[in-house]
């Protein structure tokens, strides 16, 4: 998937046609996936065409490889992007909080600590 998601045309948005065309499926196919898939949630225009972000592409992109290459169901694929979804959340935003907690930590008692030795 990291190889088709980076041959992608830089772009914001993709119209439906454009995202068939670099996913494989047929537009009928994207639309149901958008019914089975919440997190595929391309926007639409006051004319109610639908325009895909990258991200979406790339969603997509997995989707298909879970369905076709290594035959999960539906629900299966459903589980499996959400846990994929977890651990990136985990991995990406915990340590980052961890160390910016800390280093508000470890100056607000540097900062205690100075004010005592003036007070002293």
Known sequence: MADEASQLP??????????????????????YW???????RPTKTASKHRLYRR??????????????QQR??????RKR??????EESTQDELPFADRTYR???????????SLY???S
């Open 10 to 31: 830089d772009k914001l948005y993709f119209k439906i046609g454009e995202v068939s065309d670099l996913v494989g499926v047929p537009p009928y196919v994207l639309r």
């Open 34 to 40: 958008e019914s089975e898939f919440s997190i595929v």
């Open 55 to 68: 991200k979406d592409v790339e969603t997509l992109l997995e989707i298909k490889r879970l369905l076709h």
């Open 72 to 77: 999960f169901t539906i629900e299966g694929a």
């Open 81 to 86: 992007l959400r846990d994929k979804h977890k």
């Open 103 to 113: 280093s508000v930590l470890a100056q607000v008692r540097d900062e205690i600590e």
């Open 117 to 119: 030795r003036l007070l």
